[in-house]
């Protein structure tokens, strides 16, 4: 059974940064692609950032490029997403997703995790 664990959501002024971090149990890490999707109140699940299993390659939003950064390391079972120059409209919940199918970064997602809140204060 796959678990997610997100971790290093929190309150921060516009213009700062954070680190989000997402552990992943229950089986072999390299073998899954993962993406991070965020949820604002009152708005739909949007997708943020994906990397793919040997870290290659990656795929951003628009609304984030140049400002996020996806990373990971497969011997920590963890991905990673630095988030700088954060802006108010990037509060939101942020989550944690893994797929073992082959790199489709914006597709729906097999697994997922619980969580965490950014907000982004003015």
């Known amino acids: 059974q796959v678990q997610l664990a997100e971790s290093g959501g929190g309150l921060v002024q516009a213009g700062g940064s954070l680190r989000l971090s997402c552990v992943l149990s229950?089986?072999?890490?390299?073998?899954?692609?993962m993406g991070w999707f965020r949820q604002a109140p009152g708005k739909e699940r949007e997708f943020v950032a994906a990397?793919?299993?040997?870290?290659?390659?990656?795929d951003y939003a628009n609304t984030v490029k140049g400002r996020f950064t996806i990373s990971r390391a497969n011997a920590k079972n963890t991905v990673s997403l630095q988030m700088d120059n954060l802006k108010p409209e990037d509060t939101a919940s942020y989550y944690c997703a893994a797929d073992p199918n082959p790199f489709n970064p914006r597709r729906d997602y097999l697994y997922w995790g619980q969580g965490t809140h950014v907000a982004v204060s003015s």
């Open positions: 990397i793919n299993r040997s870290g290659s390659s990656t």
């Open positions: 229950g089986r072999t890490f390299s073998k899954f692609a």
